[in-house]
């Protein structure tokens, strides 16, 4: 069996950089990110012919798991692991990849990197808008680019995988999706997408696109039919959709259909307020300032796919930045988060 899953997991990493025609060689990358998968992110940079693989790992079992995995497909050579960020490594680095085993990048880090490192946004929760635990201010003053995916490249498919979750989420909130009426609130094409499953799965679905100005009308007129509200607004917004000033007060709630359920996957929403009135939300514990969503929920094949797309996001700009291509030259496309300082950046 573990032969098995593991043949599974490289087969998704050989497909994940076939797609995105990825070619790292030469480049020396920090990996301060990890998976359920641990051997994902590291694997991938060693398929994708990386010179030198640093893994920051303080855990001896974590270490000790992650090496005899790479020793059983003889990628060891290039596979080095570190306990800190320490200068003299730092200062060999092309690509850090910020993830949650690095807890912040501050100027004494980022002073310390390479001339030409660029550093990519490793998302656990899957949301590429949400940067935490990064000087970008520092990391501007040394030249440095932060660079994000593009959730909306159609070659990501995120909103497939987004789609799917939403619909999971709700048979966990207790729905028979099927002839369930749903209020649907959002926009973008996780909107659409999540609209056309809920569809396929024989729901009467209610869209109420953020973005329109007769959106509130549109809420409170069929709120009172709705077995739940789904909030799905991916890039989410600084405007909340329940809330004191939101979209559907609580006021609007307990008046018009104090029974509905509320299903979370992105958006402003006030816990506080719905709890407080024991109004259900699922899931139980959210984050309203991202995505909400951990990366490890998408699956094995999703989540190749985006350390697939960010590899490739960081070749490009690599070899951008070393003036040996051009930006056009990425399959995917990417954002330079602290791009106003960054000369050579695009937006």
């Known amino acids: 069996m573990t032969e098995l899953k593991n043949q599974k997991l490289i087969n998704s990493i050989k497909q994940g950089l076939k797609q995105f025609n ?13 998976v359920t ?12 012919n990386a010179r030198n693989i640093y893994v920051l790992s303080q855990s001896t079992e974590e270490s000790n798991r992650l090496n005899h995995y790479i020793n059983k497909i003889n990628f060891s050579s290039n596979v080095k692991f570190i306990e800190k960020l320490q200068p003299h490594v730092l200062s060999q680095i092309d690509v850090l990849i910020k993830g949650n085993k690095i807890k912040y990048l501050d100027e004494q880090i980022i002073s310390s990197l390479k001339e030409s ?12 808008n949400y940067i935490n635990g990064i000087s970008l201010e520092d990391c501007s003053k040394y030249k440095i680019p932060v660079i994000a995916l593009n959730e909306q490249d159609d ?3 995120t909103d497939k995988y987004f789609a799917n979750i939403i619909t999971k989420r709700c048979y966990e909130a207790g729905l028979d999706i099927y002839k369930s009426k749903i209020l649907l609130v959002g926009k973008g094409k996780t909107l659409d997408s999540s609209l056309n499953l809920l569809k396929s799965a024989g729901a009467f679905v209610y869209v109420a696109n953020t973005d329109k100005t007769d ?17 799905a607004q991916v890039p989410i917004c600084t405007d909340y959709v329940i809330g004191k000033q939101g979209l559907i007060t609580l006021e609007h709630i307990l008046q018009i259909n104090p029974e509905v359920k509320i299903v979370h996957f992105a958006g402003r929403i006030d816990t506080a307020l719905l709890n407080k009135e024991k109004i259900k939300v699922v899931p139980g514990n959210i984050n309203v300032n991202h995505v909400n969503v951990n990366i490890n929920e998408l699956g094995i094949k999703a989540v190749s796919d985006i350390v697939a797309a960010l590899m490739k996001s960081v070749e490009s700009m690599s070899k951008a930045k070393n003036k040996t291509t051009n930006l056009k030259d ?5 954002k330079v988060m602290n791009y106003e300082e960054i000369e050579f950046a695009r937006k």
């Open 22 to 34: 990825v070619d790292l060689t030469g480049l020396n990358i920090l990996i301060g990110a990890s």
């Open 330 to 334: 990425c399959i995917v496309s990417y």
């Open 155 to 157: 070659n990501l498919m």
């Open 117 to 128: 490192c660029v550093i990519a946004v490793f998302p656990e929760f899957v949301d590429f």
């Open 215 to 231: 959106c509130q009308q549109y809420i409170l007129k069929h709120l009172a039919d709705a077995d739940a509200v789904v909030i």
């Open 37 to 48: 998968q641990l051997a994902l992110i590291p694997l991938t940079a060693c398929f994708a």
